[in-house]
């Protein structure tokens, strides 16, 4: 056997396409329906390069056709693995600036850095194929780019039978590291990259008050998942931007009954964080414990006593606890394969399972819990003003955006509208009101 095959009787890769992301590549080992990661390494003993291999713990699919969490952690190991630019050198060399933006803007400054590297990976495997197919004489310089390339890159993705919007993300990919190199002079220009073509209308998913029920009572009923909770519960009282609650420090940023959602000494950028004022319903929840306001609880056992405890520790992302809290509410559906059949995993024996069960993925995302904010207040009659200051859409004249929050009257109404929310919650759940028993679990009074 060659060195550095994997040596597995379920291996089946030969002839296959791999999903690639630089020197990593995803291998599926179907005997135990489990992902890897795979890479080379070169040996220290006279044997040649060898295959490391890193179990993700993560089944389904097939291995053309790897599952989005497989690839997700891909694009994290990749991200993980890299080594930062020793200086900002001129480069030319298309690839090598996708690289070089992952690293030194998407991974410390964007919100999800995964979404852009799975956007990167499926440029390199495109300029792969155009180099067998003879268009391109080698790794695409910056020259190398035009309308034309990016056409086929779109007819491409067509044919894999990805939506216009996932296509305009990877787009994106490639443009905004072009323009970012050419703002920092590290190309003499950023040639024009044009959008997808037939994009289609947004799907916007939006939960109705039973489904928000549902989700908070899923959210609370695991003590792994009630930091779903806590944020489900800030979002639907603000209608803030999803990274905005993530990075909300209480003790820093919830002062005189209001919630600044930009941190002191943060700028400002185009995605503005609003002040919006602690509705009824949230404020005990706010005074809960100190610090970060979403904290996920890892559970520990005593080694001496075997009594469980748990450790509150901030998180930066919450999109796989918060799927699979859609998944427990029952908000979701059977996920379907790149050829849009439904997804079946195999039975789990230790379970007691004897037949296949399906994949099921949530509807929807955290940012949903803001679509579905602003649509309630439109529903409720929240003038349209309160609800954008809200969300932290600029409005008119610059005294009205630096000292509205100063009135009293500010967001009066967007509150109201937010408590006869919550009031219409509490017909279906209690799951939102903090009681005595709630804050025990804590273990804080309040």
Sequence with gaps: MPA??????????????????????LWYRADRDDWAICWYVDGTDGRGRRTCRKSLGIGGGNTGQPPKAAQDALAEHYLSNQKPVEAPIAQVYVEKLMADWLIEHAQPNLADPVRYANGVAHWLQFFAEERSAGRLSGPPTVAD?????????????????VSGHTIARDTAALRQPLNWAWKRNMI????????????????????????????????????????????AMIMLSTNARVEAVLDLDKDKQVRDGLIHFNAPGRQQTKKRRSIVPICPTLAPWLELYQGRAIQWQKRHVDRDTGEPWFEYLPTDSIKNAFN???????I?????????????????????????????????SPNTLRHTTSTEMHRRGVPEAQIETAAGHRGTGTN?????????????????????????VGKLTKAHLLDHNRAKIFHLMV
């Excluded at 009787?9 to 690639?20: D, F, I, L, M, Q």
């Excluded at 780019?145 to 044919?159: D, G």
């Excluded at 699979?324 to 029952?330: E, F, N, P, Q, S």
């Design 4 to 25: 550095g095959q994997p040596r597995s009787r379920a291996t089946k890769n030969v002839g296959s396409k791999r999903h690639e992301l630089g020197a990593y590549w």
């Design 145 to 161: 780019i035009n309308s034309a390339l990016v056409e086929r890159f779109h007819a491409w993705r067509v044919q894999q039978g």
């Design 188 to 231: 003499a220009s950023a040639p024009f990259v044009p959008d997808v073509k037939n994009k289609g209308e947004p799907r916007d998913v939006v939960y109705s008050v039973e489904q928000v029920a549902q989700l908070l009572e899923a959210a609370w009923s695991l003590r792994d998942r009630q930091h779903i909770h806590m944020f």
């Design 324 to 330: 699979k809290t859609l998944v427990a509410a029952g």
């Design 332 to 364: 979701c559906q059977q996920a379907l394969d790149g050829d849009g059949k439904p997804v079946w995993l195999p039975p789990r024996h230790k379970l007691g399972e004897t037949v296949p069960r399906p994949k099921l993925i949530g509807l929807g």
């Design 400 to 424: 009205n955006r630096h000292y509205r929050h100063l009135r009293p009257e500010y967001l009066t109404q967007f509150i109201d509208g937010v408590e006869s929310f919550w009031a219409d």
